[in-house]
């Protein structure tokens, strides 16, 4: 029960809106990596993750042929041409366009560049060779791909047509489960990641209040405010819930669990059925915002949600 909480705690430090990679021993090589590479590229004016959107997403479906296989992954330069990668057109809006009480955005820089690090869940080691990979909800294949370096760092640029891309990161790499990290909106601005990756013994490992059935999905909620910062007294729900249980870790006790999530914002949900999930909730008279996600067996999915 140690190594899975001291896990899960890895793994919700890392879910930190819009900027998920000041997290593990390796955080400052990968910065540092990932700004070389810009100045390599001559990027003088490469925006930051402060410059992101505020938290909340759309609730728009994804299909479970999203989840591509890493052969499907064609990796890219690090600084590919904007030309080279345009984000498909997204469908119509679905559901509420708002998100704390201000509409969704529907423009976006030209170019949206994506940086940080992969590193693994358990020591905190950058994961050198990892293809992260940025999807459209209605895609099967990347919009755009780069393979991360010896330190774990990765670096590349997304042309959006000027439009949001409504969609989410994934990360495969030899010996680790695919992880599929989700926004709380849609991309509109640079984003600076660090996640988290781990093997199926490890994924196994990671409990709340039950076993995790290597049939099923692991989820790991990070429930944030409107100022981006963790949210306690929220609680989420799973649609459809099948099997799936939900645990909200005492971050001050290990191995006690509350009835909503504590100062630290992080949900854990085990054994959630493979297709599409709606993840939504409350914190106390405060809705938050829903999206629907895919699971796929086996694998490790990271969820922002916020109002």
């Known amino acids: 029960m140690k190594r899975s909480l001291a896990l899960l705690f890895v793994l919700a430090a890392a879910c930190t809106t819009n900027n998920f990679y000041n997290n593990g021993p390796q955080a400052d090589a990968a910065r540092g990596s990932a700004d070389a590479h810009r100045d390599a590229a001559g990027d003088p004016d490469a925006r930051g993750a402060d410059d992101a959107a505020p938290p909340g997403d759309v609730d ?20 590919p041409t904007p030309d080279a990668m345009i984000a498909p057109d997204a469908p119509p809006l679905s559901g509420d366009t708002t998100s704390c009480g201000k509409p969704l955005p529907t423009t976006a820089p030209v170019t949206i560049q994506f940086t940080g690090g992969v590193y693994d869940g358990t020591s905190g080691t950058g994961v050198a060779g990892a293809t992260v990979a940025v999807y459209a909800r209605n895609g099967t294949s990347p919009i755009a791909s780069a393979t991360t370096d010896a330190q774990g760092a990765y670096d590349f640029t997304v042309a959006t047509g000027g439009k949001p891309i409504d969609g989410y990161v994934r990360v495969t790499s030899t010996g680790h489960v695919a992880a599929d990290m989700y926004p709380a909106v849609p991309f509109v601005a640079d984003t600076e990641w660090g996640i988290p990756v781990v093997d199926k013994t490890t994924l196994l490992s990671v409990q709340g209040q039950v076993l995790q059935d290597p049939a099923k999905a692991l989820f790991v909620a990070q429930v944030d405010d409107c100022q981006q910062q963790a949210l306690a007294g929220a609680t989420l729900a799973l649609t459809p819930s099948g099997a799936a249980t939900i645990s909200y870790p005492d971050e001050q006790h290990q191995g006690l669990y509350l009835t909503s999530t504590s100062t630290s914002g992080v949900a854990i949900a085990n054994n959630v ?23 796929n067996v086996g694998e490790l999915v990271l969820v922002l949600v916020s109002p």
């Open 60 to 79: 728009a479906r994804p299909h479970a042929a999203d989840a591509a296989t890493p052969d499907a992954m064609t990796t890219a330069d690090a600084k």
């Open 273 to 295: 059925t493979p297709g599409d999930v709606l993840v939504d909730g409350v914190a106390g008279a405060t809705s938050l915002r829903g999206q629907v996600i895919t699971a």
